[in-house]
């Protein structure tokens, strides 16, 4: 996990789809999932910075760190990652704001290992890019966890 894939609402993208998908280069791979490099890396056209003065003009670094936290727009983004992928953007920033990058990278690395290869599992389905694209390749809802 790396600094600079911790978006400013709290997003890792190292754990994203189509951050996954780029690193996995799954287009090769026979998947027509989009390519993304992370929000940071992207500048501008990271969704939040787009519609955040303070982030848009690179006065604040995360979310917490602005008046408003969490706004509107970061609860509404919150509630439907809780409910479909299983995190919090909301939390990680509280725990990034507590602890600290480092400590929330390491927590990251722990909660998303995948255990049978060691690849990076995806918050999006479950799944890790290394060693289950068979199971990604059955899925019919492919970007959302299969609940038992």
Not at 9 to 22: E, K, P, Q, R
Not at 27 to 54: I, M, N, Q, S, V
Not at 103 to 112: A, D, I, P, S, T
Not at 119 to 130: A, K, R, T
């Amino acid at each position: 996990m790396r600094e600079e894939l911790i978006a400013p609402c709290g997003m890792n993208c190292g754990v994203c789809s189509s951050y996954l998908a780029m690193e996995n280069d799954l287009k090769k791979k026979g998947f027509g999932k989009t390519y993304c490099a992370g929000c940071l890396p992207r500048g501008k056209d990271c969704y939040h910075a787009k519609r955040c003065e303070l982030l848009g003009k690179g006065n604040v670094r995360f979310c917490y760190q602005c008046r408003d936290f969490p706004c509107k727009l970061l609860k509404t983004l919150d509630k439907r990652y809780r409910a479909f992928y299983h995190m919090s953007m909301i939390e990680n920033l509280e725990f990034i704001k507590k602890n600290g990058i480092e400590r929330f990278l390491e927590k990251e690395v722990e909660k998303w290992h995948c255990p049978e290869c060691g690849g990076v599992i995806c918050c999006h389905n479950g799944l890790c890019y290394s060693c289950g694209l068979e199971k990604l390749k059955q899925k019919k809802r492919k970007y959302r966890w299969d609940e038992s």
